[in-house]
């Protein structure tokens, strides 16, 4: 009877210890995927981080007034182009283009 009574706590012990390596190195292995997310996000927020401040580049005013100045061939606005309909008439308005010279 005691032999099978210790045999019992042998396979109790056996599994306990069994049991206590699973949950160890399932513990470890979760450890591992959440190191990995928190590469990723660290990655993710350096990336966002990168784009924040080539997006502040590319808006920057002098670098739009440089582009605007060398591709577009823009000139204020003159006061007979500015027309001012009725407010109840849904009628075209009319568009004056400028060039340099005179009116087209």
């Known amino acids: 009877m005691i032999r099978i ?7 109790v012990i056996v599994a306990l210890v069994a049991g206590v390596y699973h949950i160890r190195y399932s ?3 979760e450890v591992k995927k959440l190191h990995a997310l928190e590469r990723k ?3 993710a927020e350096d990336m966002r981080q ?4 080539e997006w502040s580049s ?8 440089l582009l605007v100045s060398h591709h577009l061939e823009l000139s204020p606005l ?3 182009q500015v027309w ?3 407010a109840d008439t849904l009628a075209p308005t ?10 087209q």
């Open 41 to 43: 996000i660290t990655a």
């Open 78 to 80: 003159q006061v007979h």
């Open 50 to 53: 990168t784009l924040a401040a």
């Open 58 to 65: 590319l808006n920057d005013p002098r670098r739009l007034q």
């Open 5 to 11: 009574a210790n045999m019992f706590c042998f396979l």
């Open 84 to 86: 001012v309909g009725d």
């Open 94 to 103: 009319p568009v004056t283009l400028i060039q340099e010279g005179g009116v």
């Open 27 to 29: 513990a470890e292995a």
